[in-house]
């Protein structure tokens, strides 16, 4: 009997690398990404009622949520009962870290798992944002495409990440629509990076963190180049930005460092600040699921 109720995690994801090659004819742009998802996670509850409803636990998100655009691309292919879902973020919105992507991932696989519809989950992924896809997946991942087109990646080393979200959100449409300044005829080549996540640990991997999309962020909003400098100085790898941001990070090598470390970011910028490790190995995370509602 299919379970009456399924709670899933969503987990956020960093950008490692990401390169931006282009513009295409579509409007999107073409991407070469490393993404790593990280243990900070929305928990999405989803169990079958009369009408499709949402409750989200949480600040209020701008527009139709994506828990609900993954409902209703899953209601247009197949005939599916309301449900009552529950989402309680941890994840902050607007950040680059994949909280909204990650979200409707986790609806498409409870909606499967509680219905047995067999659907073809990447193709609604798509559908409903370039990241979703990868949130499919359980680990790191090579994405490529405007992002949807997802390869899993060897395992790397053990990476525990410090994150820093200053409190703002970027418009991702914004961001990449400034990078056209900063495009460059020779782009980086992911290859590099790959070699890197295969040898080194933190420190090493420091050097490599790649994101294009910073310097467009930075030029939308400068305070946010200078609290990456700031950030830099006190995280023994530098820091990042992650996807269009407006989220950094920097790498560590154990839980306990990320904590202290956390702690010493905390006395000293406002805004959320999180350690967090970095899955860097194929995991499972997702559901529970249960006969009894
Ligand atoms: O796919 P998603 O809905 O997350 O993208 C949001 C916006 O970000 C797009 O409308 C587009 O302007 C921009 N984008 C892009 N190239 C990508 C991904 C997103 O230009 N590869």
């Given amino acids: 009997m299919p379970p009456r109720l399924v709670q899933v995690r969503c987990p956020a994801k960093l950008n490692l690398f990401l390169e931006v090659l282009g513009r295409r004819p579509d409007g999107y742009h073409e991407l070469s990404t490393v ?54 973020k941890g994840i902050p919105a607007g950040s680059g870290m994949g909280g909204g992507s990650s979200d409707a991932a986790a609806m498409i696989e409870a909606l499967d798992a509680l219905f047995d519809l067999g659907l073809d989950r990447h193709e609604i992924a798509a559908e409903i944002g370039s990241d979703v896809n990868f949130f499919l997946e359980r680990g790191p991942a090579l994405c490529t495409g405007r992002g949807e087109k ?46 890197s996540f295969g040898r080194e640990g933190p420190e090493g991997l420091g050097r490599v963190l790649f994101n294009r999309l910073e310097l467009a962020a930075f030029a939308l909003h400068p305070e946010l180049s200078a609290l990456r400098g700031r950030l830099a100085e006190m995280l023994p790898a530098g820091a990042r930005m992650t996807g269009s941001g407006s989220a950094l990070y920097g790498l560590c090598a154990s839980g306990a460092e990320a904590r202290r470390l956390a702690r010493r970011v905390r006395g000293e910028f406002a805004g959320f600040v999180a350690p967090a490790r970095v899955m860097t190995r194929e995991v499972s995370w997702r559901s529970r699921k249960s006969g009894s509602s």
């Fill in 35 to 88: 993404m790593a998802p990280v243990a900070l996670f929305d928990t999405l509850t989803v169990r079958e009622a009369k009408t499709f409803r949402l409750d989200v636990h949480g600040p209020p998100l701008p527009g139709t949520n994506t828990v609900e655009k993954a409902y209703r691309a899953v209601a247009r292919r197949r005939r599916i009962p309301g449900v009552r879902a529950t989402l309680a």
């Fill in 150 to 195: 997802v390869a899993p990646i060897p395992s790397g080393p053990e990476l525990h990440a410090v994150i820093f979200w200053p409190g703002f959100s970027l418009s991702t449409a914004a961001v990449y629509g400034r990078v056209r300044d900063f495009l460059t005829p020779a782009p980086r080549i992911v290859i590099d990076f790959l070699n």
